[in-house]
Structures are given as C-alpha cells and as structure tokens.
C-alpha cells in the first residue's frame, strides 16, 4: 500500500477514539476529582476535602464487606464456572444422540438480562409460595427464608450467576476441546495411560489458552456483578450482600455521597486492574511455558 | 460391552438432569405467567389452561408494551454505529501495524479495563450537563462507547484474516481509502458482523447499569427498567411479574434460537483471542 493512503487509513478511527475519550476518559478523570471532593451528587457547589473519602474508605466496615463480597462473587463465580463449564465440554464431546439439544439448553440462560434471572430466582426463594420452600414442606421440613440470611444471599448469589453464565465456559472448552488433535489421544492409548492420565498430560496442557480466556472472562464478570444482586437482594439484609458496584450505586442515590461514591468507583477500577493483570500475566506465562 | 450398555444409560440420564437444572428458571416463568393469580397451586405445577390476562396486565399496566418499543430503538440504533463505527477503526488497526497504531490498540485495550462504575457517577452528571439523560441519544452513545472495543477487536482480527491483494487492485485502480473500505472491505465483514451484532446486541438488550443512572423518567423505560419497577411496585402480583419477565426474554431466546450457531462462533472468536 502507498504510504499515502496507509496515513489516510488511521482517520478511520477518530470516531471511535473520540467516543472513548469524551465518555470514559474524560468521566474517568472527573471521577478521581470527584473523589477528593464532598459532592453530593446534585449541588452547584462542592468543596475539595483531600483525602477525607479515601481514609473514610478504610476505615468504613461496609466497604470492608463489600470488597470482600467482590471477591467472593469474582473468585467463587470463576472457580464454579470453569469446573462445571470443563466438565460439561468434556461430557458434550462424547458422542451422542442429542447432545446439541444439551448444548442448547446449558447456553440459552446467557440470552436472559441477569436482572431478570435475579427476578425469576425471587419466584424460587421467596418465603411464601417460593418453589423451593414448597419442596421443603412436602418433605416435611420448616419453610426458610433464605435471601434474609446474608451467607446464604451470597452462596445464592454466586450459585445463580455460575449456573446462569456456566455455558459461555462451556463453549469456550468445548472449542479448545476440538481443537486437539485426535492422534495425541492414540498416542497416548497405546503407551497404556489411563483416562486421569490423558486429562492430565495431553488434555489440561493443550486446554491452557482456553482455560486462559475463560478465567480471566468469569473473573472480570463477577467482580463486576450489579444487576443480579440489585435483584436478588439490593445488597441487603444491611450492607450484608453489597458488592463494591452496587456500594457505589447505594453511596450515590440513597446516601447522596457522589464523592464518596467516586472514591470507591476509583478503588474498585484499581483493584480489577490489579487482579486483571496479575492473572493474565500468570497465564502468559503458564501458556509459554507448556509450549 | 455391558459395560458401554450402562454408560448409555447413565449418559442420558446425566443429561436430563442438566436439561432440567438449566431449563428450570424458564419453565417456572412460563407456568407462572399462565396461570390465573386465583390459582393457588404450587409454582412447580404447570397450569392446565391458557390464562392470557397476566400478558395483557404486564404490557399494559406495566409498561411493558412502550419498554419493548424503547428498548427496540435503543438497541437498534447502537447495534448500528456499534458496527459502523467499530468495523472503521479495526481497519487501520489491522492493516496499518505502525507504532503509533499499536499505542491506540493498547489505549483500546486500557479503555475496556475500566468498568462502569468506577465512571458511572461522573458520567451521570456529565450526561445531565450537555442533556443526556433520559434521552435516547444519551443512553445509545453511552451502549455504544462501551461495546465498541468489543467490536474493534472482533472485527480487527477477522480483517488481519484476509488477503490484502484485493485492496492493491483496488488502489491501483485508483481507489481512495473510504471507497476502498466501504466498496472493498465491508462486503467481505458479512459473518464477523453477525457476530458482532449478536453479542453486544445482547448486551444492549439486557443492559440495566447503565439505563438505571441515564433513564430516569418513566416514559423512557427500558425492558429492565419496567421490570424492576414491575417487581418493586407490584410485587403482590407474581402472575404479572412473572408475566413481563417473560415478554423481557422472549425476543432473545427466540432469535437465539434461530441463530444458535452464531452465537456460539461468536462467543467463541471474542473470548480466544
């Protein structure tokens, strides 16, 4: 191409840049200014306090809850998706009759807004008529009020994003799967490994990239899951459920703190920056090093 | 050989249990939503009549109707300058592998760490400042911004894909750049497209964060902002929530079904990079 018209070309993306810097640039550097200020979120006027939000941060138990609920729904949801959505890939690979039916099924809870699935869950575990206390009383056990009980809201919370967004690992592993070569599983027949043996040593290995781009897409998911826990429990009882995105929403609409809501928006950014990048790094690695 | 006779049946036996653990949220949507709220029944038991008036309820009162309209529009309109404006920047960035190039693909990659709410606060008074909110204009942009590295890179790896002789020609033809992308270049994006589309159009769809801060009027409702409010105001009225969560769902699960195979591709290409 003429050097010319390779200049030319890069006025293709002026559009593009100019959307990322005036909406997410320029809001995301308010944002650190906002956070060392006292707005409220509506006044003409606000007042610089330094560094006030950030050592109230610290010091604040419900953010403390928070960050580690964050954790727990991003970890959790990881761990939960990647095991299921590897063990559903390896079934589905067999053949058999009616196994896209299977496929089809296990993905097509992605489709639904995860508000909405927060929603529907409500039908299950609602304390009157929910469908799993109608189970409990016709075997004859005491109806529970689970979404009231913060340990159980979190389990459920995490349960329910996991078995939502299980297929999106699953197709991710499904295609990896495929993508092995049929004559490493011979090989390693006739050498006589066992199943375990082949998981091991021809499967997990040839699996990394995979295993790479599900992880790190499940993470950043639930670390940034709002929408089911605005359903499920608008991160009550108390602050017990709230994750560091809907605190943020909380701070702002209900406590009317849009300094303070900043400060935790800019905390969080570092913090799934940080987490990001540390697992990415490792699996660049990990991926280099199996090759 | 008794031994591949048990596993047969213990193959379908494990896959009515998945079909059943996934399908269960949907089953229980459509049984509530055509049951009569007289109907004191269990949940688990599906009605054995058609009880429409909980859909007429949902798309009446509740807003459902003009939020299905909304949210068409809303989706629509960003689906469209998601792919325009996406497929334009992922051309240079595919054919043009300068270094300076390269600082805009990682200023890209950098713009999709950051998540929404650690921007949601300023972007709201942002928005009500040039007069964004509750606006479809606003809430569009807003959807399209943050698809958009999506559809950059999507699109971007599957232009690297193809052969660049065709655009030679073009050029010593006497071709200009814009006539060169959009004559030569775009045709050749047909599958990648569907693909795009499909993805950040359920992202679209289904987004709640963001219509939560930029929608605040209730005449400017989405599909999850009438459910939500739905589910808050009336929640004596299970039949009818019930009833909305099901028209929220309806449309995607249908054209997922029709175009399962692009989903799936699609969902694949953007997570393996």
Known sequence: MKKQHRAMINLFYVPAIILFVVFVVYPFLQGIRLSFTNWNGYSQTMKYVGLKNYIRLFQDANVKTALINTLIYGIMSTVIQNILGLAYALFLNINFKGRTVVRTIIYMPVMIAPLIMGYIMYFFFQYDGGAINDILIALGMEPADLLVNSGAAIAIIVIVNSIQFVGVAMVIYLAGLQNIPAMYYEAAMLDGATFWDRFKHVTLPLLMPAISSSTILNLIGGLKLFDLIMALTSGGPGFSTHSLSTLVTNQYFSAQSAGYASAIGIVSFLLIMVISNVVTGYFDKKEVDTQ | MKNKKAFGIWKYLLALIIIVLHFVPIYMVIAIT???????????????????????????????????????????????????????????????KSRMNHLVRGFIMGVMMIPPLSILVPLYSFMAKIGGINSYWGIIITLVTFQLPTSIFLFSSFISSIPVALEEAAAIDGCGPFQTFFR?????????????????????WNNYQFALYLLQSPKIKTVTLAIASFFSADASNVNGAAAAAFLGILPLILVFLFLQKYFIQGMVDSAIK
């Open chain 2, 184 to 204: 030569i270049i775009m045709p050749q994006l047909k599958p990648v497209t569907a693909s795009v589309i499909i993805i950040t159009g359920v992202n679209c």
């Open chain 2, 34 to 96: 055509f049951k009569s709220p007289y109907d004191h029944s269990s949940r688990w038991i599906f009605p054995g009549y058609v009880y429409l008036k909980n859909i007429q309820t949902a798309l009446e009162r509740g807003g459902m109707l003009m939020a299905l309209k909304n949210t068409v529009i809303i989706s629509a309109v960003a689906i469209l300058f998601i792919v325009v404006i996406g497929a334009m920047a992922a051309y240079p960035l595919a054919r043009n």
